[in-house]
């Protein structure tokens, strides 16, 4: 009897303890991560309950009749990433949730329908989209961006490509990947980006000093390249091109594969190898331009919305023939090249890589951490390491004729420290600082006079921007940046050069000893370099914009302009620097009108940019000595005026049509392009107002024209015809200078070196045929691609490829490519 007496009792207690706990209530606010700002109707879910509670107005929501336990709850609302959250309750309970409400972030793209300017901002600024770059997969990053309205390219050959953003190229023009400023000796003219275009998701083209966390110093504009997006999900993707050209008789195949996790794991590894024989013009091989590249890039990180680490290594090695009739013995050897129209040397086709030639190899390591705080924004700690050693192989005999002429490792520490505050509808604040230290080492051991000498270096800066949305249709920001920029080098001059001009009086106390016919020097020069840039965006209506854009930029001479001194093997040419040259200044003038209505898209481009004291190489001469008599090209200064404007427009001719997809066999109406006509137009004029003459080295204008039909005749299939008109430069400076040299019958003959003059107009014609195979979410699967660059086998010289004087360009070129995305 006691016994059933204690369960009575012992249930009875339970009852009114269940009864009791399952009183408790959970409730609390819902708020935007950023500002802090109540989120109505977000939805909390909870799992054991099976039951859903939505905020009000002011963002609180209120769960009744909880009992004491462990509990499970989904939080949601729309355009914010889901939050699962476990609470304990046991008693009344407040819980105040965030939500990511910004959660475009997470994404980190910007979808662009083809290649124009990327409005979000007042910089000029346009974005390739990884279609385009999947399409050069096979050839240089200069290649691809050609395509951007107002980018050209300065070529030594076909292998080594810089771009020309607006008539500027080299140490003016930043290219950054994966937020690190790419350092691997830009000072060169034949000094090709060490970058692999495959491993990009897409590639920004800012056309002015605007991206001011980069540097203050991008006098041209910056090119941004973006990897692979991180996607919140338990997925594995990625893709694998097969490219074949019969001009050089190689081709190119690269891989890539990211593996994410919902957790916020993830890693990405892409892998890029290209091989090609001597190209071919039209009527003669191109002896000794073949090329061999190999690159990789690893990544491995964590991230979640509120923080992240990541590390990622970089690695690029290519071997480059130069044309080996450019290789010339004297100017004499220049005048019966210029005068014959083709080159001196023409062998049978090959592969081998024989000298003149270019090795380089660059590693790059980058570390980053970031962690959101909420209410104010994003910080990133950055951390990079860059090594580049370039070689470049002369023509020699005996013993050296396997030793490097040129052999130099860059070294490069980066640090950065970076600020976004976006925690204001209105306003957005960005600030940061960062310092590079770089040793330059040339190999002293090369058996000939170190083109660069050895140098320290120290760059230390910071950077503070804003941008402030008005209303909808109105947005300005602003922009400033200081750095402070030194370098000490340590140096050998000829003591008559050192003497002739006038050195030895200005810069006394740079020397330090005189040995032989040398005189050693510690030069240690400081620059106090400032920038700033602040512009406005004003949309009429939907489909109407106009932006304009003031900036200031200051960049100091690299070391290729105030020390070079000695010859250049890729070109066979004496290249001089100047130890005296200031800072340039840049002051640029910049809009841009912009309508898409209909089935239009038009945009205007115009700019102005003044900059003093602007370093440009020119030809001055020649120099005698113990190899023969060669060109000597030499930096000099002057106050310069660069003007032009970029234009494009599209014109797109639509249909409708229904289509079913699975799984559910809905249907679908569409509305796709069927026939796109489009045209960009670039110019650019360039003026010495010193001296009252044209600048050197100036993209003359050109005309790009292309037609695209789209499933016409089966649905996947493209069809692509471009014609690319380029005008003779009309507007360019007198530097042919006269030579005497020993004809083959012993007599002297002078002879003016035309080296002046720019090449003819021309006309190429292109073809692209593309076919693609979509998978069930109607994204391309497998893609095939044949494409024809100039049909006509055109003979043409470019004004902007320093082996004009040589060589034609490639003649007709027929590029297969297969694409698989998985």
């Not at 690893?298 to 290789?327: C, M, P, W």
């Not at 190999?443 to 120290?458: C, E, H």
Request: charged share 20%; with cysteine.
């Amino acid at each position: 009897m006691f016994k059933y007496l204690l369960v009575v009792i012992f249930m009875a207690t339970v009852a009114m303890c269940t009864a009791q706990d399952c009183k408790n209530t959970l409730k609390g606010k819902i708020t935007d991560f950023h500002n802090n700002k109540p989120l109505e109707l977000a939805q909390v879910y909870v799992e054991e309950q099976e039951r859903t509670y939505t905020s009000n107005s002011a963002g609180e929501y209120q769960v009744n009749n909880l009992c004491t336990g462990v509990y499970h709850l989904i939080v949601t609302h729309i355009d914010c990433d889901k939050k699962s959250i476990e609470v304990i309750v046991n008693q009344d309970k407040i819980l105040n949730i965030t939500l990511e409400h910004h959660i475009n972030e997470l994404d980190e793209v910007q979808v662009v329908a083809d290649v124009h300017d990327d409005h979000a901002t007042t910089q000029n600024a346009t974005r390739i989209d990884k279609e385009l770059i999947q399409k050069y997969s096979g050839a240089t990053l200069g290649d691809a961006l050609e395509t951007v309205p107002g980018v050209s390219s300065l070529k030594t050959g076909q292998g080594v490509v810089k771009p020309i953003v607006h008539g500027l190229y080299g140490s003016r023009i930043t290219i950054v990947n994966n937020g690190v400023r790419l350092q691997d000796q830009e000072w060169g003219t034949e000094h090709a980006p060490n970058i692999d275009p495959n491993t990009a998701s897409s590639i920004r083209v800012i056309k002015g000093s605007s991206a001011l966390r980069y540097g203050g110093d991008a006098v041209g504009g910056t090119i941004i390249i973006d990897p692979a997006r991180i996607i919140s999900k338990d997925t594995i993707m990625g893709n694998a091109i097969l490219t074949g050209q019969s001009n050089g008789r190689g081709g190119a195949i690269t891989a890539g594969i990211q593996r994410y996790k919902k957790s916020g794991w993830y890693q990405q590894a892409n892998i890029t190898f290209k091989r090609l024989g001597d190209f071919e013009a039209p009527d003669y091989i191109l002896s000794n331009t073949g090329s061999q590249t190999a690159a990789t890039r690893l990544a491995v990180g964590y991230k979640q919305f509120e923080y992240g680490l990541s590390a990622e290594y970089n690695f690029y090695d290519t071997e480059l023939g130069i044309l080996r009739a450019s290789h010339i013995g004297n100017t004499a050897d220049l005048v019966r090249s210029i005068n014959s129209g083709e080159p001196a040397i023409i062998n049978e086709f090959t592969y081998d890589i024989d000298v003149p030639k270019q090795e380089v190899i660059h590693h790059q390591v980058a570390l980053n951490a970031f962690k959101r705080f909420r209410n104010l924004g994003k910080f990133e700690l950055n951390y990079q390491y860059q090594l580049n050693n370039r070689k470049e192989f002369d023509v020699r005999r005996g013993a050296l004729s396997e030793r490097a002429a040129l052999d130099i490792d860059l070294k490069t520490h980066n640090f950065q420290g970076y600020l976004n505050i976006d925690a204001s509808d209105k306003w957005n604040h960005e600030l940061g600082v960062d310092a590079v230290l770089q040793t330059n080492s040339p190999d002293a051991t090369t058996g000939v006079r170190r083109l660069i000498p050895d140098y320290n270096s120290i760059k230390v800066g910071g950077f503070l921007g804003t941008q402030y949305q008005f209303t909808d249709r109105l947005m300005i920001e602003a922009g400033a940046r200081y750095d402070h920029y030194s370098i000490d080098a340590k140096k050998f001059y000829i003591t008559s050069r050192w003497e002739s001009l006038g050195y030895d009086v200005r810069f006394a106390q740079f020397e330090r000893f005189r040995e032989s016919i040398q005189v050693y020097t510690e030069p240690e020069l400081d620059f106090d370099l400032f920038a700033f840039s602040s512009g406005v965006q004003y949309s009429f209506k939907d489909h109407f914009d106009i932006t304009f854009n003031v900036s200031h930029s200051q960049r100091a001479p690299n070391p290729g302009e105030l020390f070079s001194e000695g010859l250049h093997h890729a070109l066979a040419t004496i290249e001089i620097g100047r130890l005296e040259l200031n800072k340039e200044v840049s002051n640029k003038i910049s809009a841009s009108f912009h309508a898409n209505y209909n089935n239009w898209d038009v945009e205007l481009a115009p700019y102005y940019n003044r900059i003093n004291d602007f370093i440009q190489l020119v030809p001055n001469g020649v120099q005698l000595t113990n190899r023969g008599a060669f060109a000597v090209y030499e930096y000099e200064q002057l106050d310069a005026v660069l003007a032009g404007v970029d234009i494009s427009a599209s014109y797109h001719i639509k249909r409708k049509e229904t289509i079913k997809r699975t799984p559910y066999n809905r249907t679908i109406n569409l509305t796709k392009n069927w026939i796109s006509l489009g045209a960009q137009f670039s110019y650019v004029y360039g003026e010495d107002v010193k001296n009252d003459k044209p600048l050197i080295d100036i993209p003359p204008a050109q005309l790009l024209t292309k037609i695209e039909i789209e499933d016409v005749f089966t649905e996947g299939l493209q069809v692509e015809i471009a014609n690319q008109q380029v005008w003779k430069q009309n507007r360019f400076p007198d530097n042919d200078y006269e030579i005497t040299y020993a004809a083959d019958n012993g007599n002297a003959v002078t002879e003016t070196v035309e080296i002046s003059e720019s090449p003819d107009a021309y006309n190429l014609w292109d073809l692209g045929l593309a076919y693609s195979i979509k998978s069930q979410n109607n994204k391309p699967n497998l893609s095939f691609r044949l494409q024809v660059n100039n049909v006509l086998s055109t003979k043409y010289r470019d004004y902007l490829n320093r082996q004009r004087f040589y060589a034609d360009e490639i003649g007709r070129n027929f590029i297969a490519q297969i694409l698989y995305n998985f």
